[in-house]
């Protein structure tokens, strides 16, 4: 008990005196799951949307594979990915294994996959003649598609929020291919892997609150945001 | 029928085929629509009014036939053409913003400035009763601001022809009577040729021009209200019309809820309803409730309708004959084969006609059709 | 208008994506400049590395990429070329991999030893014990519960050979549990369920505020954990980078790294960590 006591006293002390290695580690989990989100959402919203529009032989196949790639495991993305990046794998060229690039890589392939399938539904259930209607405004197929989107923004906020709060929390992936090499590439949760390994509860759990606070602030938005314009 | 000049046409399927998993869901060859006029396609659920519908938009692709704009043929996607016209659906189909701002859509689609949206969207939300609303939620709205905000949203754009797909059908009574009064006065003061699919043939009756009865597939008959009505073509249009006299009139007398209309033949009709005298009606007579005496004035009938007539035309119908009387106008009667029999009714034969005043449905027109 | 404000949004949504995504090239830094470090979980955890990387990056210019792993991974790592240099402490698989031809040079850096832990209360009663292998004959005879890392580590084969020495295979044992974690990880697990363990004494000494486990055994010559810097030999990879390897090495034994490491930890634990044995033979350690 006195340790959760102390390492809670110690973590509050490092969150208000802005540590600066857990300022850091904090600022660099938030731009590297960022930017993975971004790219997930940028591929996701584009492939949900040609999914969910579009009418092809196998198709089917197609939802069942993004539906299953939504929880692909994320130490399973940390090895391929590893294995792909290797310097005598088939991408080592790219020399970016053991880089912020490589967590992009894997943390954008762990969100992509949820960003569309949350898109596919969504554009999906809105009502079936939408389409109809916007063509029959004179749209463009392109402002078609924008204003479908622009119609699905609740759901694909939500997207937006499944894909970056599932990242920012993934390990094992980001350990893989990423090395948790101080200053570098350690974030929030490898960060609080090592700092248990070493004993470290403290700054251990000073990380955890604050990934805590993380999803708890990207909850509070999205709830905000649903609450605010979902009267229906 | 009297001798107008013919309208323009404005829009024109040809050979038109649209299949479905190996169903044909439409089979028609030849379809027109002229310009300023208003187009009801009337006919059962399923008959394929809604894929007609958009396959003349151009958001179906056909899979043969042929569809002219202006008498130019509407390309692959039809994007140009589609810029020509609005449509709105059973179902409001709204976006998630303010009520302006969904009127404004199809203006904001066409690259209009802000500036000019502004300036262009107020009149049509006074026009469909909205103004009050612009600022509200599309997602706030009731079923008939709903809808007329959709309306708002197809005229906006001033389209040259607008499609109409059971437009009211999901509304209550009094809102759908409400919105067809606005819509008629708006097509009018427009001039908007317009189709419009109904399964509500009262609505198809104050609306239109032309009447075509989708069945099955295939248009059973397409012709000006009166003809559709009065002469439907086989029995599946008859059984479907119901009503098979309609008496286009004008209220000539007034007198303690009942009234004359003057109709064609030079003859008079009397019916009861709330009118004015100059008023634009139909008078609409269902075939079971017209009596017909070999007799030309017939003793004792209450009736206050009561035509003399020839016989022009007997036609057996399941356990009634369908007897096409001519009275200067025309009315359609149904008689059992047994009192066909007792009156001796033939062709040619000279009769008295009789109905109710109560038996007459009035439907009100802003807009008088030829007598 | 609030409809304008959601798209404003949404484009700024897209604007900072475009910022973010062509930031991401430059936070990887020249390819030339990087050497992957392949350690064990001891050095790190100790927070050894915490001190002498820093200090290396400044000195050369080299940006190293610590992976932190068990020695053995850290010697597969090697032996793929996925790694330029290692720190392990595993001299069997060491000789292995030299024999191999996978490693240029190996050179000596530092010692600390293994210690056995256990609960004070000692059920096997192995404080007794003359030797560590006959402690751990102890342990299995009274079934008492081990903790094995179990991840092919420095740790992990010293135990093995440990057990060897025993006369004991104890892989599959009711009494013998794998963690498959760190070393940290392990002593923690250990600390929960009362068992005996293997650990260095470097991350022992790391985190015995946190543990209530007592020393049972030390000092054994057996018990001597070196740690070797190995660099990767490039004429099996050509994309290892053999002059970073050598810079490494270099450094980790020179005399002012060796210092370092002479007095890390004394201030916080009161002994030091680690003991410099750079130019030393490796036979002649511990006696």
Not at chain 1, 173 to 199: C, D, F, H, P
Not at chain 1, 222 to 231: A, G, H, K, V
Not at chain 2, 246 to 265: C, T, Y
Not at chain 2, 318 to 326: A, P, S
């Amino acid at each position: 008990m006195d340790l959760i006591i102390e390492g809670v006293k110690q973590a509050l002390y490092l969150l208000f005196t802005l540590d600066r290695e857990v300022i850091g580690i904090t600022l660099l989990s938030l731009q590297i799951s960022g930017t993975a989100t971004l790219i997930s959402l940028f591929i996701g919203i584009t492939a949900g949307t040609l999914v969910a529009l579009t009418r092809f032989p196998g198709r089917q196949l197609v939802v069942s594979l993004i539906n299953t790639g939504m929880g692909l495991p994320p130490v399973v993305v940390g090895l391929f990915v590893t294995i792909f990046l290797w310097r005598n794998g088939p991408f080592g060229f790219l020399e970016i294994l053991y880089t912020p690039a490589a967590i992009i890589l894997a943390q954008a392939v762990i969100a992509t996959p949820i960003v569309t399938g949350i898109t596919l539904a969504a554009i999906q259930h809105l009502p079936a003649n939408l389409r109809l209607q916007i063509l029959a405004l004179g749209a463009t197929r392109a402002q078609m598609i924008w204003i479908l989107v622009k119609e699905a923004r609740l759901p694909l906020l939500a997207a937006v929020m499944a894909g970056f709060g599932g990242v920012i929390s993934e390990v094992g992936a980001s350990i893989m291919v990423g090395g948790n090499i101080k200053g570098y590439s350690r974030v929030l949760t490898t960060a609080t892997v090592m700092e248990t390994g070493r004993g470290n509860f403290d700054i251990a759990i000073a990380l955890s609150v604050i990934l805590m606070l993380l999803a708890f602030c990207i909850n509070a938005i999205l709830t905000q945001i649903q609450q605010r314009e979902r009267p229906r | 029928m009297s001798a107008t000049i013919q309208p323009e046409i404005l829009l024109k399927l040809e050979d038109l085929l649209v299949r479905r998993g190996g169903v044909t869901v439409l089979d028609i060859s030849r379809l027109e629509v002229f310009q300023g006029q208003v187009l009801s396609l009337i006919g059962p659920n399923g008959a394929g009014k809604s894929t007609l519908m958009l396959t003349l938009a151009g958001l179906l692709k056909p899979s043969r036939g042929a569809i002219f704009f202006q008498g130019e043929r509407i390309a692959d996607g039809g994007f140009a053409y589609r810029r020509h016209i609005a449509m709105v659906f059973q179902e409001p189909l709204l976006f998630d913003a303010t009520v302006f701002e969904n009127v404004a859509t199809g203006l904001k689609i066409r690259g209009m400035s802000r500036g000019d949206i502004v300036r262009a969207v107020p009149g049509y939300l006074e026009r469909f009763g909205i103004g009050h609303l612009a600022k509200r939620s599309a997602r706030k709205l009731s079923g008939g601001e709903a809808q007329r905000t959709s309306l708002a949203r197809a005229f906006v754009t001033k389209p040259e022809i607008v499609f109409l797909d059971e437009p009211f059908s999901a509304l209550d009574p009094p809102t759908r009577e409400a919105l067809t009064n606005d819509l008629e006065r708006i097509l009018r003061e427009t001039h908007t040729t317009a189709i419009a699919s109904t399964h509500d043939q009262t609505e198809a009756l104050r609306l239109a021009d032309r009447i075509a009865v989708v069945i099955g597939g295939k248009i059973a008959q397409i012709g000006p209200v009166a003809e559709v009505m009065n002469r439907p073509a086989d029995e599946f249009v008859a059984s479907f019309v119901g009503v098979e006299t309609v008496l286009p009139g004008r209220v000539v007398r007034v007198s303690a809820g009942a009234f004359a209309a003057a109709v064609a033949g030079g003859r008079e009709v009397e019916a009861v309803g709330q009118v004015e005298p100059g008023d634009a009606v139909l008078c609409c007579v269902r075939p079971e409730q017209v009596t017909l005496s070999p007799n030309p004035t017939p003793p004792g009938s209450s009736a206050r309708n009561v035509f003399a007539g020839t016989i022009r035309q007997i036609t057996p119908l399941g356990l009634f004959q369908r007897i096409r009387v001519d009275c200067g106008f025309e009315l359609v009667a149904y008689v059992t084969r047994q009192s066909l029999e007792e009156l001796g009714l033939t062709e040619g034969k000279p009769v008295s006609a009789s109905f109710k005043a109560t038996a007459v449905h009035v439907i009100r027109r802003k807009e008088p059709l030829p007598l | 208008m609030k409809g304008f404000a959601k798209e404003g949004l949404l484009a700024a949504f897209l604007a900072a994506a475009i910022v973010l995504a062509t930031a991401a090239p430059s936070l990887s830094a020249p390819a030339q400049k990087n050497i992957i470090l392949a350690t064990t979980t001891s050095t790190q955890d100790s927070g050894l590395l915490d001190v002498l990387i820093p200090a290396f990056e400044k000195k050369t210019g080299y940006f190293v990429k610590t992976i932190s792993v068990g020695s053995g991974q850290a010697m597969a790592m090697g032996q793929k070329g996925e790694a330029d240099v290692l720190l392990v402490h595993s001299p069997t698989a060491e000789k292995k991999f030299m024999a191999e031809g996978f490693g240029l040079d190996r050179l000596l850096v530092m010692h600390n030893d293994f210690i056995v832990l256990g609960a004070a209360a000692d059920p096997a009663a192995i404080k007794a014990a003359k030797t560590t292998p006959e402690a751990f004959k102890k342990i299995a005879a009274a079934g008492a519960l081990f903790l094995s890392r179990g991840d092919n580590s420095g740790t992990h084969s010293k135990e093995k050979g440990i057990w060897q020495a025993a006369g004991i295979s104890p892989a599959g044992q009711k009494w013998y549990q794998e963690t498959g974690l760190g070393m940290g990880q392990t002593l923690n697990v250990a600390n929960e369920k009362s068992g005996y363990t293997l650990a260095d004494r470097g991350t022992y000494l790391a985190l015995k505020k946190n543990l209530s486990l007592s020393i049972l055994k030390e000092g054994d010559p057996i018990l001597l954990n070196i740690y070797h810097v190995i660099g990767v030999n490039p004429g099996k990879w050509p994309k290892v980078n053999a002059e970073g390897a050598k810079a490494f090495s270099a450094f980790m034994v020179s005399a002012e790294v060796q210092a370092i490491i002479k007095t890390f930890g004394l201030d916080k634990y009161g002994s030091p960590l680690f003991f410099p044995d750079a130019g030393k033979k490796e036979d002649a350690l511990g006696k």
